[in-house]
């Protein structure tokens, strides 16, 4: 039997060796410490220099306040910092670093230089092997630190094993600068790789400026601006621009990069509705937040966040976007047609389905998108939905006369193409409307206003229904909702279901796909069996509209703060603005 090893103190360059498994993992997170100190000293110009994805060399040098020589050894020794000197400053923390065990992990596995001045001149360099003191000497040095870190993980071959290739390090180190570029943009910041100069950061550049060197003008013209808000500010991505994948999603939690579940869920509801559930949207978030209501101190990278309040975190991100989308998307289309008028008669034939008393306020935000596609003139008036549909009379009460309601506006519709678009005139250009997407959104909008729809128009032979004995469940879960919706129904037996009376805006056949998507699992709330009966009743494409029809769902519409998107999330509406269209005929580069 083997004799157990006397328990002893492992040595001081263990003991960093050991850590630096956690805080150092590879090129990038050198990297992100080194540049974290130098925020933390207030530099205000900090240079990055990487050679072979930062394998042989990583050098950062800054203009921050320094080390006293005296202290350097102390820099290098675990558990040493002067951010921090009791548990209660945790809570207060504004700084990056704080657990004191960076430079002395990073010294443990690699050649390690610091070289650092307290004022101009005179400063003091301490060399280090392994994390063995190899030299000290003065150095003739400006004000700031100078850190070179070669030959990382040479004495430590496990690791060096993990690392991947040189052009994937790299990577890693130029994405997370730009990532501290974004969320320091009062700090010069040069990235140099092998003698390439990959960024040059300027301070006082702004957001849109600094995420221009890494992401297409495509989505940057077109992105939108938070509303002023003292806890959260930036910028995210018109919906017509999402993506496949989550990869131009950043957030910062008191400037430090964080991915984080919640944020990330409160971001997609935002643009729920407004994307496809498979798409991602671009967004660069900063959070601030008291100290108190984070803990940082989760993981030795710190790029784990936990928040005291998670839902009010979630509140606070949601609607911070949808604000900066409904601000968007602000400006209405007024449209008009030349010749017809909408009567009664004919908008009646649409089954457009307002409750008489409703109404529905027209998007009263101003726009604040800078980047707007196309700028539509602002809707002036509150009009009531009677006012559209059923008193057209009204109009000459709001507006000068009723001519000039109708062409109040910019737009004028046109007419209808492949029997599907809704072709509209705008003074900023071309507009293309699909009439299936945009009948969708306004039933949509009104079951959602209403909440429910109580009319019914029962089936003189009732339709019957066979479900699976497992659908039975999700059936009784609904039911309330359904019967709510207009339906009758009667379970006869554990697999068969009678449908006794529609609600009126489905007639039979359309009322039984209704049942047998909701039986599917299409629905999971009242949200989706709304969408679901939207769509179903919505007029098709194909059906041929008249021009006053049109011109009636066009009117409804334009009025609806979301009318963007349908409510699947596909776009209802597409356009060229007058400049587009030189550009595409050439007539301007
Ligand atoms: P922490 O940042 O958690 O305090 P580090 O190991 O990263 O721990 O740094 C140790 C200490 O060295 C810091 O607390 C700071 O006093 C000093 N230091 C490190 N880098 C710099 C720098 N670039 N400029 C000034 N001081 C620095
Ligand atoms: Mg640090």
Redesign the pocket.
């Known amino acids: 039997m083997q004799h157990a090893s006397p328990i002893q103190l492992l040595p001081p360059e263990l003991q960093n060796q050991i850590a630096a498994g956690e805080v150092v993992e590879r090129p990038a997170s050198v990297v992100k ?2 540049v ?3 925020i ?2 207030g ?1 205000t110009r900090i240079r990055v220099e990487i050679r072979d994805g930062g394998q042989s060399l990583i050098r ?1 040098t ?1 203009n ?4 006293p020589g005296k ?1 350097l050894e ?3 020794t675990r558990h ?5 000197s009791s548990i209660q400053d945790l809570m207060t923390m504004r ?11 990073i010294a443990s596995v690699s050649r390690f230089k610091l070289a ?1 001045a307290t004022t101009d001149g005179e400063g003091s360099c301490l060399e280090v092997v392994h994390g063995s003191i190899a030299d000290k000497q003065p150095v003739a040095m400006q004000k ?2 100078d ?1 070179s870190v070669q030959e990382l993980f040479a004495n430590v071959p496990a690791r060096l094993k993990f690392l991947k290739q040189t052009a994937t390090e790299a990577r890693k180190c130029s994405e997370l600068i730009l990532r501290m570029a974004l969320a320091n943009l009062q700090v010069d910041l040069e990235l140099i790789q092998s003698d390439r100069t990959v960024f040059d950061f300027k301070a006082g550049q702004t957001l849109a400026e600094r995420l221009s060197a890494f992401w297409p003008g495509s989505i940057l013209e077109r992105s939108l601006i938070l509303p002023d808000n003292p806890h959260i500010r930036g910028l995210v991505g018109s919906p017509d621009v999402a993506q496949a994948r989550p990869d131009r999603i950043l957030f910062f939690v008191n400037k430090r990069p964080v991915q984080d579940k919640i944020l990330l869920s409160a971001v997609r509801e935002a643009y729920r509705g407004r994307i496809l559930g498979k798409e991602y949207p671009q967004a660069v978030l900063f959070l601030d937040l008291p100290p108190d209501e984070i803990d940082v101190n989760v993981h030795p990278a710190k790029t784990e966040i936990r928040f005291q309040d998670e839902s009010h975190v979630f509140r606070l991100v949601r609607s911070a976007v949808l604000s900066a989308l409904d601000h968007a998307h602000a400006p209405a289309i007024s449209v008009s047609h030349q010749q017809s008028t909408p009567s009664a008669a004919t908008i009646h034939a649409l089954p457009v389905a307002f409750a008489p008393s409703e109404r529905i306020e027209p998007a009263a935000k101003e726009s604040t998108a800078s980047f707007a596609p196309i700028q539509y003139e602002k809707f002036a008036a509150t009009k009531t939905v009677e006012a559209l549909f059923d008193a057209p009379q009204s109009h000459a009460t709001t507006a000068a006369s009723p001519k000039q309601a109708q062409i109040a506006g910019t737009g004028t519709y046109l007419g209808q193409i492949a029997k599907t678009y809704l072709v509209l005139n705008t003074a900023d250009g071309l507009v293309l409307v699909d009439q299936h997407a945009a009948h969708e959104r306004v039933l949509f909008n009104t079951f959602r206003t209403t909440g429910r729809r109580g009319d019914r128009q029962p089936l003189l032979i009732p339709v019957e229904i066979s479900v699976h004995p497992s659908q039975t469940t999700l059936l009784q879960d609904l039911w309330n909702e359904l019967h709510g919706l207009g339906f009758s129904l009667e379970l006869t037996s554990p697999t068969r279901v009678l449908l006794k009376a529609t609600p009126t805006l489905l007639n039979a056949a359309q009322a039984k796909e209704y049942l047998e998507e909701v039986l599917a699992g299409q629905a999971r709330s009242m949200t989706d069996l709304w969408a679901i009966m939207a769509c179903k009743a919505a007029i098709k494409a194909g059906d041929e509209l008249a021009a006053d029809e049109a011109l009636a769902l066009l009117e409804a519409w334009q009025l609806l703060p979301d009318r963007h998107y349908c409510p699947h999330g596909r776009p209802v509406q597409i356009g060229w603005s007058n400049k587009e269209l030189e550009k595409l005929f050439k007539r301007r580069t």
């Open positions: 410490e080194l974290e100190n130098a933390d000293a530099a950062v800054d921050g306040f320094g080390i202290q102390l820099a290098l040493a910092t002067s951010k921090l700084s990056f670093g704080f657990r004191g065990e960076a430079l002395p992990s650092s700031g630190t850190i």
